[in-house]
């Protein structure tokens, strides 16, 4: 659907896609994947609206919704998660329910193709890409970014994660002394390593973002982990992080900035 269609459509029947989103205490949103999802919806002004919840009602909200589980445990159960869309733009009777980030991003890519985040010829590299950065490129964060989170989290939900891993375990511990400038150490060798590759790029673009002078869904998987950095530890872990490699990572969620709105 091109761009004047969908507006005329949205104008006349004042429909939108639907992005699931988490409440917390932070005013402004945090989860890197919904954010993946967000940047692409307004990259390509789709029109949308945000529905919060708490972590304890996704799954029922996701199942009445009819959306399809993210992913199966090994026993078969399946798991719920967010990001998820309805997109009622074809049929406000059926609409399309999402689930899973890079199932997301194909069918809006798929669906709705005028300012494409896959640059002609690039999709599988991205894929790469943004594979590593989730799998890889994340994990030395996580047991940073993972216990202030939770304390940012609506007691409500702090409860139910920490039921979800094991009944009455103990909230994610922050780390202190040596761990925590280890861990501090296993992220800026993960910074080093990506600004040593995006370097490539200043002879033929800015060496700023991943494709070399125009932002793509990789920037957007990059720049998501920059926004959950900025919103859980603006003054501590965001102040040393944009300020690495140059200013590179500051460079980056600047560039990206315009389509940051929340709706």
């Known amino acids: ?30 989860a890197p994947n919904i954010w993946r999802i967000r940047f692409i919806l307004n990259y390509k002004r789709i029109p949308y609206r945000t529905v919060w919840m708490d972590f304890t009602d996704v799954e029922a909200t996701l199942r009445a919704i009819g959306a399809p589980p993210a992913s199966r445990r090994p026993d078969g159960r399946p798991v719920y998660t967010l990001p998820v869309i309805v997109d009622p733009f074809r049929s406000t009777n059926t609409p399309v329910v999402l689930a899973n980030v890079n199932t997301i991003a194909e069918y809006l890519e798929a669906t709705y193709p005028a300012r494409s985040i896959f640059p002609e010829g690039s999709r599988a590299l991205q894929a790469l890409f943004v594979h590593y950065i989730q799998d890889t490129f ?3 964060l996580l047991p940073i970014l993972v216990p202030l989170t939770h ?10 994660f920490n039921g979800h891993r094991g009944g009455h375990t103990p909230a994610p511990a922050a780390l202190v002394g ?32 991943v494709m070399g002078r125009d ?11 920059l926004i959950w950095v900025e919103k859980v530890s603006p003054h501590d872990c965001w102040a040393r992080i ?22």
């Open 178 to 209: 040596h761990q925590r400038e280890q861990a501090w150490a296993a992220v800026r060798e993960q910074f080093n390593f990506l600004a040593s590759v995006l370097d490539k790029n200043t002879s033929d673009g800015n060496g700023i973002v």
């Open 215 to 225: 932002v793509s869904y990789a920037d957007f998987a990059l720049c998501s982990v």
């Open 1 to 30: 659907m091109d761009e004047r269609k969908l507006g005329a459509c949205c104008a006349m029947s004042q429909v939108a896609i639907t992005l699931y989103d988490i409440h917390s205490t932070i005013t402004q949103p945090w």
């Open 138 to 140: 994340v994990k030395p």
């Open 242 to 263: 944009r300020e690495w490699n140059g200013g590179r990572w500051g460079k980056l969620y600047n560039r990206c900035r315009e389509y940051m709105d929340v709706y």
């Open 151 to 160: 304390e940012r989290l609506p007691e409500r939900s702090q409860a139910h």
